[in-house]
């Protein structure tokens, strides 16, 4: 009888790749010193210099149905950008945004949701080291499509560059109080549900 599939969330680090195994001398999940089951993988992942919240599963079908599906999922992510971010640079945001992206074609992304936010509400320490004369904006973001480095991206096309981008949630399933680093599993039944998807 095969083994029930399992379901976890991590709270990436700064500095992390999103895998196991890498021909490079980086930091790992696997450095994290969590025991995870066997054929575990990252869903969706988050880049070196990227936080917050990455799904690992042993279920492969994850993927397909989660970022493949008719329906696009919201992801939500605290950005921290250089500078103060006016109306006018939001609404931009709202609306789409062109960027370049692989192979020299530029995209403009879908509207998306978006809002300064003044006390962006997170307990962990930030690994940015940010200076008392420059200013700072945090933004709350919620997008449906996942280009590579899309929100850095976007951040870059209205003159901003993306200090610190922590991913929060994936549709229901959020990061919440889970600390850098740490693992928490979640039932599948829960987890389906959370992110509104179909076993």
Known sequence: MLAPHRYFILNKPYNMVSQFVSTHVVNLLGDIGFNFPAGIHAI???DNLSEGLLILTTNRKITRLLFE?????????LVLVNH??????LQLLREGTSFRIRGGDYYTSAPCEVEIVREPGISFQSPY???GHIFYTWLHITLTEGKYHQ???????IHHRCK????????????GDLQPGCVREVAENDFFKLL???N
């Open 44 to 46: 969706g992942r988050l």
């Open 129 to 131: 080291i940010m200076t």
């Open 69 to 77: 599906a008719k329906i696009p999922h919201k992801r939500t992510y």
């Open 84 to 89: 103060i971010v006016t109306e006018e640079k």
């Open 151 to 157: 929100v850095r991206k976007m951040m870059a096309a």
């Open 196 to 198: 509104k998807i179909k």
């Open 164 to 175: 610190r981008l922590i991913r929060v949630s994936i549709e229901d399933l959020t990061l």
